[in-house]
């Protein structure tokens, strides 16, 4: 299996090699960029009410434009991202079209909005990458705060969890 990266509206060079690494640690997979390796954001994804960017949204438009046999795919967005419940995401997924989307956006500030240390930030774009990349195969949120797939309500909850599955979501990935 191979799992595709594609940055989207961005250079996300640096992004690209450390999920390239990270994610071929984590999954049983080969890592490698999309063709093409970068395309637009959307604007039609834009939303003017909220100035944010609709995650559902680009997830279709990539469905669009990310040829089937080059997925799964992961897009890296740095723009700031929402869905119609919530205030942000940091990524969605589509299980169905096997894409998925993350934003550095929020990623970068401390809890006071500070910038953070580059190893918090690249800490924090793999468990992001990892998250979705395993809604993409299946999982569901998990209720154990240390495991990746815990739903991360803000940047705190995203610090706190692993970058690892924990035994139930190992588990249930292997089954799949």
Not at 4 to 25: I, K, N, P, V
Request: charged letters at 25%.
């Amino acid at each position: 299996m191979t799992i595709y990266l594609c940055a989207l509206g961005c250079d996300a060079s640096a992004e690209m090699g450390l999920l390239t690494r990270e994610l071929a640690q984590v999954f049983p997979a080969r890592v490698e960029e999309a063709r093409p390796r970068k395309l637009p954001v959307p604007p039609e994804s834009f939303s003017r009410r909220r100035s944010q960017y609709h995650s559902t949204v680009l997830l279709a438009w990539m469905a669009g434009k990310i040829p089937a046999n080059q997925r799964p795919v992961l897009g890296v967005v740095q723009v700031d991202l929402f869905v119609e419940e919530l205030n942000f995401v940091f990524g969605e997924a589509d299980p169905l079209r096997r894409v998925a989307v993350i934003s550095t956006y929020r990623l970068h500030s401390d809890y006071s909005g500070g910038e953070v240390r580059p190893d918090v930030y690249q800490a924090r774009v793999v468990k992001e990458a990892v998250h979705e990349l395993g809604h993409v195969f299946g999982l569901g949120h998990c209720p154990d705060p240390r495991c990746v797939m815990h739903f991360s309500n803000s940047i705190l909850d995203t610090d706190r969890k692993s970058k690892e599955f924990c035994r139930r979501c190992r588990m249930a990935f292997r089954i799949r």
